[in-house]
């Protein structure tokens, strides 16, 4: 099984809402991050989940919530979003520091 | 800041020929490179890496070429199909960390029949 699977894969969310999306790896990575990618752009890392512990948070603003339940699962809290916040999300884990990222195929966040 | 960039942003190319895809870094320290391939709606792939100790290394059908003097990274792909068809994102990171990675603004292969 080499998959990480995110739910859902479309979401539409007014800016007063509270959602949630999900991913879930079952590879035994370490690693797990959330990357952010608009239309036509790169994807832009967002936090870095390391042994459950987070690593990295690239000044993401706080209506962005991440939470690492257990080392298979990776949420991302989403309230008070803006429509500027529209764009897939992308979750992604690793074995640790080094070695390939696997990439989910992404939630579809579109924000009214 | 320091980026990765691509010198042409599409592509097009008969399928049976090869392809080169190709990225220009400015961080000089940069010491591990991975190119990435993303079909339309669907996560990044994961295509082959090359670490800054290497000038070049081989897959299946593809090769990328490391050259640090100019810091320059190319992909190759031979007999380009048209399942090769998609973005193609070189990314950089520091310490042979995926940690960080940052991503090229990424380049649209189309593959024609």
């Known amino acids: 099984d080499t998959e990480v699977t995110q739910t859902p894969k479309h979401l539409v969310m007014g800016m007063t809402n509270k959602k949630s999306l999900k991913c879930e790896q079952h590879m035994g990575h370490r690693a797990m991050y959330w990357y952010k990618q608009k239309a036509k752009k790169p994807p832009e890392l967002m936090f870095v989940?390391?042994?459950?512990?987070?690593?990295i948070n690239e000044s993401v603003p706080s209506r962005f919530s991440p939470e690492c339940p257990n080392s298979s699962l990776l949420n991302l809290h989403l309230h008070a979003l803006q429509p500027e916040d529209s764009a897939l999300y992308l979750c992604?884990?690793?074995?640790?520091?080094?070695?390939?990222?696997?990439f989910g195929e992404g939630s579809r966040l579109t924000v009214l | 800041g320091e980026s990765v960039g691509l010198h042409l942003p599409t592509l097009s190319v008969q399928e049976g020929d090869n392809s080169i895809i190709n990225c220009a870094y400015s961080n000089s320290a940069s010491d591990y490179f991975i190119w990435y391939k993303q079909e339309s709606g669907k996560g990044p792939q994961f295509i082959i890496d090359?670490?800054?100790?290497?000038d070049k290394r081989q897959g299946q059908r593809v090769t990328v070429l490391l050259n640090k003097t100019v810091k320059h990274l190319s992909l190759q792909i031979a007999a380009t199909q048209p399942g090769d068809s998609a973005v193609y994102f070189c990314?950089?990171?520091?310490?042979?960390?995926?940690?960080?990675?940052?991503f090229g603004k990424g380049t649209l292969l189309t593959v024609n029949p």
């Open positions: 989940y390391s042994y459950e512990k987070l690593s």
């Open positions: 992604a884990s690793s074995q640790a520091r080094t070695g390939e990222l696997f």
């Open positions: 990314a950089e990171t520091l310490g042979g960390s995926n940690y960080k990675l940052t």
């Open positions: 090359i670490r800054s100790n290497m």
